[in-house]
């Protein structure tokens, strides 16, 4: 292992200060993505900033009718809140779905959107329900915090404090896993907000996006079996080692049609 510096302050406020007097500093949230990526010397900072025990990170509170989840909450803890049960039950279910028991006790959720893996589960959740990046700067909207592959709108020093979802009773996330990291080969969160349709998927290979087609039909009221003729465009998938873009494509409308159904109450 390279020379590398290491803190665990105990305050926000002394690890934003630590982030900011070094550009080459980066937060350290559960490390199930980030200490990987050390072993195979894909990144190199100078120092970690430990945040993963921040108290002003670790809360889930009600907040104007839907959920306020603290940036350095587990995916365990997610997944088992009693608020984000009661009123986002889609979303303790994907929680509770992310990896293994090691990588849902120690990934936070904060750590997962920062990273943006275009296979990650919570990404197709924030953009879905329309939820709000809260950062120590600024509240991002979803579709401004994503900003393709592994990338996001989070400037040098700034970290994810919370993130803030609507409360939402008809939504479903399904994913087709892979079967050895459990990540989602492709995965997609339906949500029905309102009138309004929206469907993001995820595991395409360049990023979540929403499906805009689909939900527009939907919001015209057409039936769910009539999805498969809705175009969904090739260019959002890419293929590898797992699937080819094609067959991702084709996974997509499937599940999407199954988590529509799901929240319908036509499947169980
Ligand atoms: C085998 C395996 C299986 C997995 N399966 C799944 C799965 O099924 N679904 C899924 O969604 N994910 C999966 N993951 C990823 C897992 O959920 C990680 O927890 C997540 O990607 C990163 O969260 P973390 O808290 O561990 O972040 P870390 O590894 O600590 O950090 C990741 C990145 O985010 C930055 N960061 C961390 N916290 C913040 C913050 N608050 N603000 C700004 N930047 C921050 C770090 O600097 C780093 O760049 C899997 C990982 C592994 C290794």
């Known amino acids: ?25 980066q ?20 120092q970690l900033v430990d945040i993963a025990r921040l108290d002003e990170l670790r809360q889930i509170r009600p907040i104007d009718g839907g959920i306020e989840i603290g940036a350095g909450m587990t995916h365990a803890e997610v997944a088992a809140h009693p608020v984000v049960r009661a009123a986002l039950t889609a979303l303790a279910a994907l929680a509770g779905g992310i990896g293994d028991a090691q990588i849902r ?26 939820a709000r990046v809260q950062t120590n700067l600024r509240i991002l909207d979803a579709e401004a915090f994503f900003a393709g ?14 993130v803030r979802f609507p409360a939402c009773a ?29 469907i993001a998927i995820t595991g395409g290979g360049n990023g979540v996006f929403r499906w805009h087609a689909a939900e527009q039909h939907l919001d015209r009221g057409a039936d769910i079996d009539s999805l498969d003729a809705v175009p969904l465009d090739l260019a959002n998938f890419t293929g590898d080692i797992h699937g080819s873009a094609e067959y991702r494509l084709h996974i997509a409308k499937v599940i999407t049609r199954r988590a529509l159904m799901q929240m319908a109450g036509q499947l169980t």
């Open 1 to 25: 292992m390279y020379d590398l510096g290491y803190s665990r302050p105990a305050t926000l406020a002394e690890a934003l200060e630590l982030l900011q007097q070094d550009d080459m500093a």
């Open 27 to 46: 937060p350290l949230s559960g490390g199930q993505t980030l200490m990987p990526v050390l072993r195979a010397r894909l990144a190199a900072p100078s």
């Open 105 to 130: 006790h120690r990934g936070t959720i904060g750590g997962s959107i920062a990273n943006n893996d275009p296979a990650a589960c919570y990404p197709s959740a924030v953009l879905a329900l329309g």
């Open 149 to 162: 592959m592994f990338a996001t709108a989070l400037e040098p020093g700034e970290i994810v404090t919370a």
């Open 170 to 198: 008809e939504a479903c996330y399904l994913k087709f896993r892979n079967p050895a990291s459990r990540f989602a080969l492709v995965g997609v969160f339906a949500a029905r907000l309102g009138s309004e349709h929206r």
